[in-house]
């Protein structure tokens, strides 16, 4: 069933979808709307799971691992300063390996306070261990969301699926809702382990020495690696059963590309767009959107780039002193290889600001003519360049 939805909406039908039995959230923008949505569908009984209205992100964190500990389904969504001052908690998530699917709208990190989407609040998390999954439209949130569940409860990781705030959260258009009954086939009645058991009481969490540390944190970042496969499979399946898949990345005329476009989120319908009209005027340019950012995917990326004389990335996040963070694995990515293309890294669209795609395509024509490639990242601003 087709329906005009917002992108923040369209995940709260995946949340009612997946039956899930436990939500603990604090509302913050641009995440609000979700939170409001499954507030309304637990009152009028459409999501017959329990929902907590928790006095912060922290607590709403620890709430959630609290819950899935006892084998629950469990989902949470937030922003921004949310996402940061719930940190601590992303960590414990991760090592005490829960499956937690969570919602991330992005928007700037405060000073200055601003409201526009940025995804660097999700990327400063990129080492808490949790999964992070970005996703371009509405549709593609709702059915990212399904697949996490399937995903998490597979591997024992926590999720973040991620849409970028004010663009994909609130614009509306056409999404396809599943049928509840090939969600349940999809993803069926969870098994997951309650370790609160009464009857066989065991310490959670506790206490160990170097070695045991080093131990649990090459188990989790073998699972984490191993991760990808599973993530893999559950494209696949997902789009057997309902006529849509994604891939961990999605390559676009890049095999006789002069210069391939790298970017990942809202930016990269922008980005289809610039590539379009470039190809139309017989310029050889392609396309590769990243949807998978942890684990990294090292294999799809060699596949698709290490044989084109020039890459460009465009980030909508910095890392200050550094660059921008998807270009940045980028490089890592490929620096071992004996051939590898010159990357010239962009960074733009920050705080929502528009990036058109006449902006990218001059991007394009800019690094086809330039033969150095920049050791630090060029700003785009005020939609010139």
Known sequence: MVELLSGNHAIAEAVRLCKVDFIAAYPITPQTPIYEKIAEMVSDGRIKGQMMRAESEHSAMAACISASLTGVRVFTASSSQGIAFMHEMLHFASGNRVSI???????????????????????????????????????????????????????????????DGFYTSH??????????????????????????????????????????????????????MKAKETIIEADKE??????????????????????????????????????????????????????????????????????????????????CGKGGIFCDELKGAMYNLEKRPKIYGFIGGLCGEDLPPETIEKIALYVINEDKAPEKPIWIHGMTF
């Open 101 to 163: 699917v969570m919602a991330c709208v992005n928007r700037v990190v405060s000073a200055p306070w601003a409201f526009g989407s940025d995804q660097t609040d999700t990327l400063s998390q990129r080492d808490t261990g949790w999964i992070q999954l970005y996703c371009e439209d509405g549709q593609e949130a709702l059915d990212t969301v399904i697949m996490a569940y399937r995903v998490a409860e597979t591997v024992f990781l926590p999720v973040m699926v991620t849409i």
């Open 171 to 224: 614009f509306i258009e056409p999404v396809d809702i599943p049928d509840e009954k090939a969600v349940d086939k999809y993803l069926p009645p969870k098994s997951l382990p309650n370790r609160f058991d009464l009857k066989n009481p065991a310490f959670i969490q506790n206490v160990v020495d170097s070695h045991y540390y080093s131990e649990f944190k090459k188990r989790q970042f073998d699972d984490t």
């Open 238 to 319: 997902f789009g057997k059963l309902f006529g849509r898949s994604y891939g961990v990345v999605e390559a676009d005329d890049l095999e006789d590309a002069d210069v391939g476009i790298v970017t990942s989120g809202a930016l990269v319908s922008c980005a289809r767009i610039a590539k379009k009209n470039l190809r139309e005027k017989g310029i050889k340019v392609g396309l590769l959107k990243i949807k998978l950012f942890r684990p990294f995917p090292y294999d799809e990326v060699i596949k698709h780039l290490a044989n084109l004389k020039k890459v460009l990335v465009i980030d909508r996040n910095v890392s």
